[in-house]
Nanobody, 119 residues
Framework: QVQLVESGGGLVQPGGSLRLSCAAS????????MSWYRQAPGKERALVAR???????NYADAVKGRSTISRDNAKNTVYLQMNSLKPEDTAVYYC?????????????WGQGTQVTVSS
């Protein structure tokens, strides 16, 4: 059974930091591209950061320079370190795992963790 379990969200003041974690199980984690998405109220879900199976990374412009995505294949976990948080970073953050080859596409989602940036 595939599971993605996010943790680390919460309430933080502007300028603060958080580290989100996503623990994966039920699939071969090291083969999957892992991403963080976020969805703010009234907005569509949007990519925040992505780390490939070979640890290449890319970031949304909104978080570039303030966030770092990383993975620990031994722990089947992906992280998102977010610094200098702004109120506009407030959203539900979702972990995503994706695998594609010519025979199949796997696309898994976690349940989300709330991040609220407010004074």
């Amino acid at each position: 059974q595939v599971q993605l379990v996010e943790s680390g969200g919460g309430l933080v003041q502007p300028g603060g930091s958080l580290r989100l974690s996503c623990a994966a199980s039920g699939f071969t984690f090291s083969n999957y591209h892992m991403s963080w998405y976020r969805q703010a109220p009234g907005k569509e879900r949007a990519l925040v950061a992505r780390i490939t199976s070979t640890s290449g990374t890319n970031y949304a412009d909104a978080v570039k320079g303030r966030s770092t995505i990383s993975r620990d294949n031994a722990k089947n976990t992906v992280y998102l370190q977010m610094n200098s948080l702004k109120p506009e970073d407030t959203a539900v953050y979702y972990c995503n795992a994706q695998y594609r080859d010519r025979l199949r596409i796997d696309d898994y989602w976690g349940q989300g963790t709330q991040v609220t940036v407010s004074s």
